[in-house]
């Protein structure tokens, strides 16, 4: 998880509830800000690809444990991970983590994790809402970007 | 205002912060849901005008107090007036009131108004974004409505 | 499933992206509102659990399946059924279905199902944020419930 | 304007509607973090207020004029001014404009202005819910960056 990609979240009013923590469904959101800019970082740009592709990606399945709970003011990090790449989805792993350093090198000691999540999404194609193989560039793009992590 | 329109409102955790109330842009949603039930209560249904005849309704300007807090679990109700009519858009007068039965005979005893707002909304064309006339039926169907309440 | 608590949901802009369908974690809401309201057709308000009691209810674990998009306009029903009850914690489960009438006697039929969710939610000392048992007499409201779905 | 503290704000979907564009209210967020990040930049922890102070900041009055849409991907800036400052109150004119660098010293050449808003926030306190003058070292501190703005 060390070498995941990492985007900062900082934690507003508008994502707590009256229980005085985050409410639970924006955790999704985070985990998605994380998924477009892990997306951006590999030069894909989602209104690009549905204006030129005709490609969508929708979330087919979320399983997400929710351990600690984070409120107004905290700094967290939204992780993403391949977990696993086919031709029309991806499985990603991702965490929401408190604090901005503290990618240690033993991950056991990552005793800051909020939030844990598995999420698979489909690419569609946007006319038939029908799942459809992301671009070649794109698999290879996503394919090196997991080389590099393992090697790292 | 004991004329308008008037929909429920009930506040779950999503609408409130930690500051142990509803967070202040979600009075916002709760008037747009009404704006669109006094539509589909008059036949409109934006789907449709979006399809059938490229229309699109957009916020252009907001003004709104927000003179009382509203808390987890309360049952609120959203109003909906036409305050102006024009061909492309229309100015509504819509409030937060507390409770189901308080639309009394007298206004000014109606003191569990909570925020008050005034929207206007243009009526655009899908694909230019520019401001369009509503179809004429439309128009018709509404000065009906505003009619009938300032007979009622 | 025919026999769970169901709530209606209405879909409004609020809950749409520009994917043209529901947001993914909006349906989380969705969600929370059944839950919500069916403590409430119980008798049992958050709000004084809270206050008379020092309790609070949290998410712990959310695990959805997306099947098929909601749209705007579209009218579904939240369902929630409890899956399984401990002293200080109940798992759901709980279903997005599209329509009111379709609480048919055959559940295969039921071929409106959009989202089908499982969340496990515990029961939280408000200070203390561990977990700590419901009230006796809300148990057995809930067995009660659980006892007459299974009857009926 | 060209003074006014920023804040970047990067669309993504949750932010976005069916329209194809940023839902309204969503704006009513960015002017709040960037209003939180506007404090925290002065050295004002809205959770320290409330646990040291015991006071607490609402939105009392929005006025906002939304010009022209954004939509999915965009690099926006939340801006924060203080228009007017009294013992409880603060009145606030913020925008949301695109792009980073335009920043520009001719301020009718800014013409990426999406939406302006003049937002009044007042100061309470937490028990009571009644208007309390802010700290004296914060209106100090608020007064002397306003100096500095006009200095600048």
Do not use: H
């Not at 998605?32 to 990606?57: C, D, Y």
């Not at 965490?95 to 503290?102: F, W, Y």
């Amino acid at each position: 998880m060390n070498n995941a990609f990492r985007w900062p979240i900082r934690i507003y009013w508008e994502d707590t509830d009256a229980g005085g923590i985050v409410y639970y469904a924006n955790y999704l959101k985070f985990m998605e800000r994380a998924r477009s800019e892990w997306l951006r970082s590999l030069g894909i740009e989602q209104t690009e690809l549905k204006e030129r592709e005709g490609l969508m990606f929708v979330v087919v399945r979320a399983e997400v444990d929710f351990r600690t709970p984070a409120r107004y003011g905290d700094l967290l990090q939204a992780t993403c991970e391949v977990a696993e790449s086919r031709r029309a989805s991806l499985t990603f792993k991702q965490d929401i983590v408190r604090g901005i350093e503290n990618a240690g090198a033993d991950p056991a000691a990552d005793s800051g994790v909020l939030v844990t999540g598995r999420i698979r999404i489909a690419c569609l194609d946007v006319e038939k809402f029908r799942p459809r193989s992301m671009p070649e560039a794109m698999l290879q793009e996503i394919a090196g970007w997991r080389k590099s992590l393992n090697d790292g």
